[in-house]
């Protein structure tokens, strides 16, 4: 369950910062440092949950873990990125906020800049055929139409995980108002892949948020789609270089196939 995969993760070490309110800090002491001072039981005494090593699913996963790293036990976990008692969680105001939420348009200059049409050579397509415009895309349109700082993401909650697949929730703000939350995810293979899932989380919840925004609108439309693949992409059997194995995918005109595909 939730819970399970949360320990799950407890048990990869993953570090972050970690923000404790003003008014439940200890008074400062000088701490030695040790690296093995904090353990997954001592973790999950004071979270609340079970101890990673008693959970028959954590004890299973842990196997890899161990054989890399010695006892799973020793990691230090008081940081973790899957902590559900994260400061930002408990003290921010945009956590649960829907402050400013459909009050008013924006001003026509920034209507504009957010609803003009895509730039069809910006335009990526996926060997399955999806068509997509890289995060970077959705950034830039974002800073011409509110400025750098104008606009940001807040996490409405710890990440989660499912299988290999990472996400998490995050609501778009813009001016101070809440405009949109989507939940982004990203697949990953092992723990050193990690921190790469999270940033992927982050932007996929971004090109969802965009969607309320009516940033590159086209590529949910239908019309446009079929379009836009007739002119500008091609799909063609290609062959594996090293497996062999043949498979019909997509690609734009303009390019060719890379490696270990050809045609």
């Known amino acids: ?17 970690r923000v404790i309110p003003a008014t439940k800090r200890p008074t400062s002491t000088p701490v030695k440092e040790s ?46 990125l899957f902590n559900p008692d994260e400061g930002y969680l408990q003290g921010s105001h945009w956590s649960t906020s829907f402050q400013g939420m459909a009050t008013q348009p924006f001003e026509s200059r920034i209507s504009e800049l957010l609803m003009a049409p895509v730039t069809e050579s910006d335009i990526e397509i996926k060997p399955d055929g999806l068509l997509y415009l890289p995060e970077i ?26 299988g290999r697949t990472l996400s998490r929730e995050y609501a778009l703000v813009c001016l101070g108002r809440f405009i949109s939350q989507a939940r982004g995810e990203q697949d990953f293979f092992d723990e050193s892949g990690l921190a790469t899932a999270t940033e992927g989380c982050k932007s996929n919840a971004l090109v969802r948020c965009c969607k309320d925004l009516g940033v590159a609108s086209e590529l949910w439309d239908p019309a446009f789609i079929t379009q836009f ?22 690609r734009l005109k303009e390019r060719q196939w890379d490696y270990p595909w050809a045609k």
Not at 137 to 160: C, D, E, Q, T
Not at 229 to 250: P, Y
């Open 137 to 162: 895309k959705y950034r830039r349109i974002l800073n011409r139409a509110f400025g750098p700082g104008g606009w940001g993401l807040v996490p409405r909650g710890a990440h989660s995980v499912s």
């Open 229 to 250: 693949k007739a002119k500008r992409c091609v799909e063609e059997w290609v062959t594996h270089a090293v497996k062999g194995s043949k498979k019909r995918m997509w």
């Open 1 to 17: 369950g939730a819970r399970t995969a949360y320990v799950q993760y407890q048990a990869r070490g993953l570090s972050s910062v």
């Open 35 to 80: 690296s093995s001072s904090v353990h997954a039981s001592e973790v999950a005494e004071e979270s609340h949950i079970p101890s990673a090593s008693s959970s028959p699913a954590v004890a299973a996963f842990g196997g890899e873990l161990g054989s890399r790293n010695g006892n799973a036990e020793n990691h230090d976990l008081s940081g973790s």
